[in-house]
């Protein structure tokens, strides 16, 4: 009799792993490998390690696998972003060109929109006997020399020639919501300025004879009844922040939410971001450093809403803290306090901008926004090498675990075959 012996084949399926590009096939031959069982005296079976052993190894193969086409659908992705990342910074620098070709053709406008500030000039002279219709005759007549008068060197200007609106409509609106009186407001920068325009005797009686009553007296234009005078120093001032990179310091106000988080439909924005400063008011209009927008121009209007539709204002209305306008004339003055009726055409209203504080404007926030998206892509190029780093380290690894597992099956192969011969020697030799 022959000694009994087992015979164990074990088939190893081909492996199929995602490379770069394709599929990285493992092709190989059924291999059968022949493992002596336990012998009879008790001896530790053969077969269970090498099972164990090549399933580890193509384990580790299809993760590994997986791994890589994880990093290569990675770096697809973010190629894709960055590519969508490239054609945005050309469309806006396309968009910034046109900006810059609008602006020469608005400088060519330009003196249509001096006429509008001379038409607003010419709206307060119109005010014979009011402050500001001296103080713009005393213009009109010796132009910048005014500037150098005792009585006049403090003062920044009239309410009305201070800012300028892009919107007709705008204007007129908020003209009506401020009202002539504050129209035709004299604005000085200190209270030394505010005591220069107005003198009194012993009596607590004005004398007509000096400040601005007596320039008045002087060319014919006799001041009647009160005026507003405004000093901006004594204004206390907006005490958040700017909108960042604004060319026209817009203020960061927070904009009215739903519930939802979304703003309320038809809200346009601010009063007071919707008026253009010249730049020589924008920064300094006081001894401590502070602009017009943040100090006259934010008392003035404070949060005042403004919405396209009164319908669209009126939904809004628990959101509004400070007042709201619309384009079709609706008026709320405070909280529960409205103004009903037809609109009333105020006489004294703001300048139209010329446009190129607007082009300024959209010119910088498209500059921005391009900055941006270069950091963006920056960003994305830094997580592109990384993954490429990632990517060639695992493939690295893959190629090291398939010699090693090719090897194992060799070894496997060679193992089973001598397993086989002496199998049949047994076979063949007497008990």
């Not at 994305?380 to 398939?402: C, H, S, V």
Request: with cysteine.
């Amino acid at each position: 009799m022959f000694q009994q012996k087992h015979q164990l084949s074990i088939q190893t399926n081909p492996l199929s792993i995602q490379d770069s590009s394709a599929l990285m096939q493992m092709d190989q031959n059924d291999t059968s490998i022949v493992a002596v069982d336990g012998m009879q005296n008790g001896g530790a079976s053969q077969s269970d390690p090498i099972v164990y052993y090549s399933k580890r190894l193509q384990d580790e193969l299809h993760a590994l696998g997986q791994k890589i086409k994880q990093h290569e659908d990675n770096l697809k992705l973010l190629n894709t972003q960055r590519n969508k990342l490239d054609d945005s910074i050309l469309d806006l620098q396309v968009t910034l060109g046109k900006y810059h070709s609008s602006n020469v053709s608005k400088i060519e406008n330009d003196r249509a929109n001096l006429q509008s500030e001379e038409e607003t000039t010419e709206q307060i002279l119109r005010h014979e006997k009011s402050a500001a219709g001296v103080l713009c005759q005393l213009k009109t007549r010796h132009g910048a020399q005014v500037t150098h008068l005792t009585l006049t060197k403090d003062m920044l200007g009239i309410v009305a020639s201070l800012g300028k609106v892009g919107d007709e409509n705008l204007s007129r609106l908020f003209s009506e919501y401020l009202g002539v009186d504050t129209m035709l407001a004299v604005v000085c920068k200190t209270d030394e300025g505010v005591k220069a325009l107005e003198t009194y005797d012993n009596e607590g009686c004005i004398t007509k004879s000096s400040g601005l009553h007596g320039l008045g007296a002087s060319i014919g234009r006799a001041i009647d009844g009160r005026f507003l005078v405004i000093c901006v120093e004594n204004l206390r001032p907006f005490a958040g922040d700017f909108v960042a990179d604004d060319p026209q310091r817009k203020l960061d106000l927070l904009k009215p939410r739903l519930a939802n988080g979304e703003t309320p439909p038809g809200f346009l924005g601010f009063a007071v971001n919707m008026v253009n400063i010249d730049s020589t008011n924008l920064f300094h209009a006081t001894a401590s450093g502070y602009g017009l927008r943040e100090t006259l121009f934010y008392n003035l209007f404070s949060r005042l809403q403004v919405y396209r539709t009164r319908a669209e204002m009126l939904l809004a209305l628990p959101l509004i803290t400070d007042g709201a306008v619309s384009l079709d004339g609706g008026m709320i003055r405070s909280t529960g306090v409205f103004s009903l009726g037809s609109r009333q055409e105020v006489d004294v209203r703001f300048p139209k901008s010329s446009g190129m504080l607007d082009i300024a404007d959209k010119s910088a926030e498209t500059e921005k926004q391009i900055q941006e998206i270069r950091w963006q892509k920056e960003k994305f190029q830094d997580d592109i090498k990384r993954e490429i780093t990632l990517l060639n380290k695992a493939k690295g690894t893959f190629a090291t675990k398939k010699a090693e597992f090719l090897k194992f099956l060799a070894q496997s192969s060679s193992y089973a075959s001598q397993n086989q011969v002496q199998s049949g020697q047994d076979r063949l030799t007497p008990r």
